[in-house]
Nanobody, 127 residues
Framework: AVQLVESGGGSVPAGGSLRLSCTDSGPIYTRKCMGWFRQAPGTAREGVAGIYLDDGATYYADSVKGRFTISQGNVKNTVYLQMNVLKPDDTATYHC????????????????????WGQGTKVTVSA
């Protein structure tokens, strides 16, 4: 079974930075794409960033482009989300996710559904 475990959430003032980490213990064929989604109370889930592990292709929501960076660790079962210039609107629970894929476009978090989910880590940005 795929197990995704996030860490790195917390509380920061606006303009600050956080780095989220996700470790995936599942078999590699299930996680060609890894991504981050977020959900604030009373809002719909939003795809934030995705990465295709085979070639490093990345996808971002317009709301985070230029501020957030998704990357993979030295081993392919770890991904990071570096979040800079955080805004109060970034406050949400962030979930790591994974899915199978045969090419990079399956990793587009604004267009594709993901299949495996972590429990989430909370990010709070104060004004």
């Amino acid at each position: 079974a795929v197990q995704l475990v996030e860490s790195g959430g917390g509380s920061v003032p606006a303009g600050g930075s956080l780095r989220l980490s996700c470790t995936d213990s599942g078999p590699i064929y299930t996680r060609k794409c890894m991504g981050w989604f977020r959900q604030a109370p009373g809002t719909a889930r939003e795809g934030v960033a995705g990465i295709y592990l085979d070639d490093g292709a990345t996808y971002y929501a317009d709301s985070v482009k230029g501020r957030f960076t998704i990357s993979q660790g030295n081993v392919k079962n770890t991904v990071y989300l570096q979040m800079n210039v955080l805004k109060p609107d970034d406050t949400a629970t962030y979930h790591c996710s994974a899915r199978a894929a045969t090419s990079a476009h399956f990793c587009d978090v604004s267009q594709r559904e993901y299949d495996y989910w972590g429990q989430g880590t909370k990010v709070t940005v104060s004004a």
